[in-house]
């Protein structure tokens, strides 16, 4: 059985590259100008998620996690025809990890929205 590689011409493999390298720039070029990216996590619960509205505020906030000294993984990948679903996981130096489940819509090979559910080790 054959995996889908690609969304609309968006290339899962440059995405899975670019965040296990950490490629903060290479990331940020597969956002459209509009994008808009959810997170619920530990300071921000579902009622009230963080949202980065924008290709310049998702890109500050890509540049500061691929800046962290972090070894980053991405695992399960379900492509369907206009969205994606993945596991990320990031281990941080003193053995703190971070698990995110991710879900991209994608529309001309951009992502347009990403919404990603943590959990942190506490």
Same mark, same amino acid.
Not at 22 to 38: K, R, V
Not at 46 to 67: D, F, Q, T, Y
Not at 88 to 103: I, K, M, N, S
């Given at each position: 059985?054959?995996?889908?590689?690609?969304?609309?011409?968006?290339?899962?493999?440059?995405?899975?590259?670019?965040?296990?390298?950490?490629?903060?720039?290479?990331?940020?070029?597969?956002? $459209?100008?509009? &994008?808009?990216?959810?997170?619920?996590? *530990?300071?921000?619960?579902?009622?009230?998620?963080?949202?980065?509205?924008?290709?310049?505020?998702? $890109?500050?906030?890509?540049?500061?996690?691929?800046?962290?000294?972090?070894? &980053?993984?991405?695992? *399960?990948?379900?492509?369907?025809?206009?969205?994606? $679903?993945?596991?990320?996981?990031?281990?941080?130096? &003193? =053995?703190?990890?971070?698990?995110?489940?991710?879900?991209?819509?994608?529309?001309?090979?951009?992502?347009?929205?990403?919404? =990603?559910?943590? &959990?942190?080790?506490?």
């Amino acid at each position: 059985m054959t995996m889908q590689k690609t969304i609309s011409s968006f290339d899962v493999e440059i995405l899975r590259r670019s965040i296990e390298q950490l490629d903060a720039e290479a990331l940020i070029n597969l956002y $459209a100008d509009g &994008a808009e990216m959810q997170s619920v996590n *530990r300071y921000s619960p579902p009622s009230s998620p963080e949202v980065l509205r924008g290709k310049e505020e998702i $890109a500050e906030h890509l540049r500061n996690v691929c800046g962290q000294d972090v070894k &980053a993984r991405v695992e *399960r990948e379900v492509v369907a025809e206009d969205h994606m $679903a993945y596991i990320l996981t990031l281990e941080y130096p &003193a =053995g703190t990890r971070l698990l995110c489940a991710t879900v991209l819509d994608v529309r001309d090979g951009k992502i347009v929205r990403e919404v =990603g559910v943590q &959990a942190w080790d506490e």
